[in-house]
Nanobody
């Protein structure tokens, strides 16, 4: 399973970006998927995630109400819509997927994910 992340960029505080993570795996929709980020000098943190069934989602507290994770099953793509961006959201964002379809994982734990995409830089200026 290969993951291709895109959509990062430079935006002013208060602006929006939408990150995409596409896969060629035809059953990608059934994998648990997550977005993580890592800022310089900081540890990687979980941002948002969605279970393989789509019934469960996770958001870290700092992004609740601002970020939304969604998926387009037909396009084998997961999105992260980021609104009301803040300078502290600046980081390299990574998408990740579980090892198998419908695998039950703890959505906010990076070690639970097996496949990782390349990062995409998000920079929010003040």
């Amino acid at each position: 399973v290969q993951l291709q992340a895109s959509g990062g960029g430079l935006v002013q505080a208060g602006g929006s970006l939408r990150l995409s993570c596409a896969s060629s795996e035809r059953t990608f929709s059934t994998y648990a998927k997550g977005w993580f980020r890592q800022a310089p000098g900081k540890e990687r943190e979980s941002v948002a995630a969605i279970s393989g069934s789509g019934r469960d989602t996770y958001y870290t507290d700092s992004v609740k109400g601002r970020f939304t994770i969604s998926r387009d099953n037909a396009k084998n793509t997961v999105y992260l819509q980021m609104n009301s961006l803040k300078p502290e959201d600046t980081a390299v964002y990574y998408c990740a997927a579980s090892f198998t379809s419908f695998q039950s994982i703890v959505l906010n734990i990076a070690a639970q994910y097996y496949y990782w995409g390349q990062g995409t830089q998000v920079t929010v200026s003040s």
